[in-house]
């Protein structure tokens, strides 16, 4: 069985990405914990007063990158 994943969603709906990304290839910031994903969150909603910043565990991980038309699919 695979492990929890949390991800940090802001107010427009958009998943916190990864500080480590470059270039074209987004990848989404992915937290083992929900302490780590509620402290992310914190630190988001700091930024953005009177906007909700919403943390969410993932049941299934769809992407389908745009330069390799692969899809890749990881059940959590």
Known sequence: ???????VVDCEGYISISPET???E???EAFATLK???KR???LAEHEPGRTVV???AVAY?????LKPK???RKL
């Open 1 to 7: 069985m695979a492990s929890r994943e949390y991800f």
């Open 22 to 24: 470059k270039g074209h």
């Open 26 to 28: 987004l990848e989404p």
């Open 36 to 38: 780590a994903a509620t």
């Open 41 to 43: 969150a914190t630190k």
């Open 55 to 57: 943390v969410t565990r």
């Open 62 to 66: 769809i992407t389908c990158p745009v």
């Open 71 to 73: 899809i890749e699919i």
